[in-house]
């Protein structure tokens, strides 16, 4: 992945922190901002949007329309608002929202690849340290093949995840 990095003077980038903070973040704000110029690859460049304070909608709904509202809201964790935003913003071609319990299967998945990172790094240093002191390394096959399925299980569940969720934004 490539990195695109510039500077500003320091006012500039205090406020640009402030906006940033409400939209995911300085680095989310500004790949949104890249792709929104230059299109994502997946469709054509969209027209820049400008970015600020959020403002409030107001629409009209029956009771049962509510209702149902609120009880499809309350599914994905969310309360009636922030399932009309989610919508509204998935379909404005932001990135997929992500419910409380998604991030924590993500969050999870990450902890899980970063262990399995940490064994294997470990395995690495053993088998430098003994190829440098001149002794043979004896890695245990299944040691490694449990590692490759708990990094395949782990992947397995992020696409999962991840799948479910656009799925869901997306209406299919």
Known sequence: MAFLGFHVDDALAKKFAAMAANEGGRSALMRRLVE???????????????????????????????????????????????????LVRTRLGLPVQQTHDERQALRAVARELNRIGGNINQIAHAANLNRLIGSSVKIEAEAIRGASARIKAALEELRATLKRNADYWEGR
């Open 36 to 86: 929104r110029a230059v299109g994502d690859g997946r469709a054509p460049a969209r027209a820049m949007m400008p970015t600020s304070a959020s403002r409030k909608v107001t629409i009209r709904l029956s009771e049962s329309e509510l209702h149902l509202l609120a009880t499809i809201a309350a599914q994905r964790g969310m309360n009636r608002t922030q399932w009309i935003a989610s």
